[in-house]
């Protein structure tokens, strides 16, 4: 029979089929991550607050619990604008040790920076040092879920509302199951919010 020879040159030389150059690559294989929250450890001395920072982990955010130090040198008076600043920063510090291990990463650029709202502006807005849609969508996300989350930020479910540098509108964003899991995806443009109106001075009684 032609069979066995056939089998016999195609482990040598094909049988008659022509061996490809060309590499084919099929990618790395899928890496896991655990995205499991290390205990923090404990921080004497460190004046701040306890706050959920919202990571990038696996594609989605992953909440992850912070003692946030309060910013130094900071001239912000505006309660809202100091908090909302020290959640910047926590943001912006790449994970380290287990955290890093474990998959987590940040895509909040350094520098950006919180600052008090301009008049007309809605209670609770925070201005930020560039405009919210010129940021990556990862990093508004982590920012917009990140201060959805804070208790001295949003006063209860809803939209934050952030506004960039001089006169960019202030516009809302929402911290949904969708964003969550999907980070990458959140609208560049949040809705637009109706500046405050001022409260006329009420007729003086004669």
Known sequence: MAVLPCLAVLLVSG?????????????????????????????????????????????QLVGVER????????????PVALVAQALLEALQKAPAGEERDAGFSTGVPAGLTAGAPRPGDPAGAVRLSRKPEDLPPVALSQIVCTLAGSEAVSAGPGPVVLGGPDADPPRAWECTDAVRSRPESVPTLGELVRPSATPAPSPSRS
């Open 15 to 59: 049988c008659g089929i022509r061996a490809t150059t060309v590499p084919v690559d099929v990618g790395p294989a899928p890496s896991r991550v655990s995205c499991d929250t290390p205990d923090q450890p404990a921080q004497s001395g460190v004046q701040g607050f306890r706050a959920t920072v919202e990571l990038v982990c696996g594609s």
């Open 67 to 78: 003692l946030v130090p309060v910013p130094e040198k900071r001239a912000l008076r505006d």
